[in-house]
Nanobody, 123 residues
Framework: HVQLVESGGGSVQAGGSLTLSCTAS????????MAWFRQAPGKEREGVAL???????SYADSVAGRFTISQDNTKNTLYLQMNSLKPEDTAMYYC?????????????????WGQGTQVTVQG
């Protein structure tokens, strides 16, 4: 049974930092595409950062240079280090995993999802 559980969200002042974690169980995720998405109130879910099957990381333009995605296979955990946070980063953040693709950039391409963790940045 594949399961993803996010943690690490919270409220922070603009300019601050947070690290999100996504603990995965039920499979070996070292060969999966893994990603972080976010959804702000009234907006569509958008991709933030991803790791493809070659373990190459990619970022949305809005977070490049501020966010870092990483994966610890010994702990089956995906991370999102978020620095220099802005009020517009406020959203529910979701972890996603996909087994059957070399790279997955769109929401519909991901099969497995966590329940989300809320990030609020106060300006």
């Amino acid at each position: 049974h594949v399961q993803l559980v996010e943690s690490g969200g919270g409220s922070v002042q603009a300019g601050g930092s947070l690290t999100l974690s996504c603990t995965a169980s039920g499979a070996d995720y070292s060969d999966y595409c893994m990603a972080w998405f976010r959804q702000a109130p009234g907006k569509e879910r958008e991709g933030v950062a991803l790791i493809d099957r070659s373990r190459t990381a990619s970022y949305a333009d809005s977070v490049a240079g501020r966010f870092t995605i990483s994966q610890d296979n010994t702990k089956n955990t995906l991370y999102l280090q978020m620095n220099s946070l802005k009020p517009e980063d406020t959203a529910m953040y979701y972890c996603a995993a996909e087994e059957g693709r070399t790279i997955a950039t769109m929401e519909y391409e991901y099969t497995y999802w966590g329940q989300g963790t809320q990030v609020t940045v106060q300006g």
